[in-house]
């Protein structure tokens, strides 16, 4: 089995307490452990894969909760890091549709740097790039970059979710775009939302969108679509998976989730570049991704309700 290393932002997610309301409304909060890539790591570890964390947080107690929760979920943090500066905080409150409010803080994630001895880990192996915050400046953005090249020199599997968040790209989209394109052009596999999808492309239509994005270099694409599922587009196969029938209460992490069990299983195949060239296999994984997504829905937080493997099995 490949080792899947998860590159990105590890943060405090203070959730309101009181659902229905806006962050001006909110009052009490819980901590808990958030950031997409972490969660990745989380999600592929619970169901039983090798994943690594290499991220920065403080070296406040807010910093060793983070590190102490990956740990627990049994990812591997030895190639994590520790600043003297404060651990990134995150406010969410989920608002009357179900839909995240969200302001943060930024503090230790940006300060990410490049540890060139890590680039032998990446032969062969997965190297997932999936970070909120990995375009908004700092070291972090610069070891991005040379981690990309790392994982290409080294022939590694490279996945990449964008994870755009609009309050943070607000009139300046066209930058978040630009910042994209050389993991779109480099990565074996895309995750896609379908907003990003349409923002990456240009194109309204999801058909034409992935074309558009297949052209710049994604070789298979998979645009999640919440409760209808997962359009999977790969050279031969263009079909929308449907998703598993839920009661969701939180779509927190369900994103996540999904390309962690992906993530998985493509780390369980023995031969990627047949894979590649026979993505058949594909439309089976997307639906157990599909699955881990549903399930992560019918609890509230992220790495708190994703799925192990036997609950995978059982649905
Ligand atoms: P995130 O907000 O965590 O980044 P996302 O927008 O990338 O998530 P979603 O489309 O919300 O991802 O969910 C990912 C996958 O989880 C979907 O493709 C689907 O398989 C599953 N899923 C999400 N919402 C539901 C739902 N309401 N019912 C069933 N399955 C769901």
């Not at 930058?175 to 993991?183: L, S």
């Not at 587009?233 to 998976?241: A, G, L, Q």
């Not at 969701?248 to 299983?265: E, H, M, N, R, V």
Request: net charge negative; proline share 3%.
């Amino acid at each position: 089995m490949k080792n899947v290393f998860c590159i990105g932002e590890l943060l405090i997610d203070f959730v309101a307490e009181k659902q229905g309301s806006n962050l001006s409304k909110a009052t009490d909060f819980t901590k808990k452990a958030g950031g997409a890539p972490a969660n990745v790591a989380s999600a592929i570890a619970k169901l039983g894969g090798k994943s690594f964390f290499i991220g920065c947080v403080g070296k406040d107690p807010f910093g060793t909760f983070l590190i102490n929760t990956l740990t627990e979920g049994q990812v591997d943090v030895t190639l994590a890091q520790r600043s003297d500066t404060f651990t990134t905080l995150a406010f969410v409150s989920l608002t009357a549709d179900g839909e995240r409010d969200f302001v943060f803080s930024r503090g230790a994630d940006k300060e990410l740097t490049h540890d060139h001895r890590l680039k032998n880990l990446f032969k062969n192996q997965i190297v997932h790039f999936g970070a909120a915050t990995s375009f908004l400046g700092g070291s972090l953005e610069e070891a991005y970059t040379l981690y990309l090249q790392e994982a290409i020199a080294h022939n590694s599997f490279i996945s990449f979710d964008p994870n755009f968040r609009a309050d943070l790209w607000k009139g300046t989209e066209a930058i978040f775009v630009q910042k994209c394109i050389p993991f779109i052009e480099k990565s074996h596999l895309c995750k896609f939302s379908m907003e990003e999808a349409q923002l990456l492309s240009g194109k309204e239509n999801l058909e034409e969108a992935c074309t558009f994005l297949h052209n710049l270099g994604s070789k298979i694409i998979t645009v999640t679509l919440g409760g209808e599922g997962t359009y999977l587009s790969t050279p031969t196969v263009k079909k929308i998976i449907p998703s598993i029938k839920v009661s969701p209460i939180d779509t927190t992490g369900a994103g996540d989730a999904f390309i962690g069990c992906l993530l998985k299983q493509i780390a369980l195949t023995t031969n990627l570049d047949t894979l590649m060239a026979h993505p058949g296999p594909l439309e089976n994984m997307v639906q157990q991704a599909n699955k881990a997504g549903a399930i992560t829905t019918t609890n509230y937080g992220a790495i708190e309700s994703l799925p192990t493997q036997e609950q995978l099995n059982q649905l």
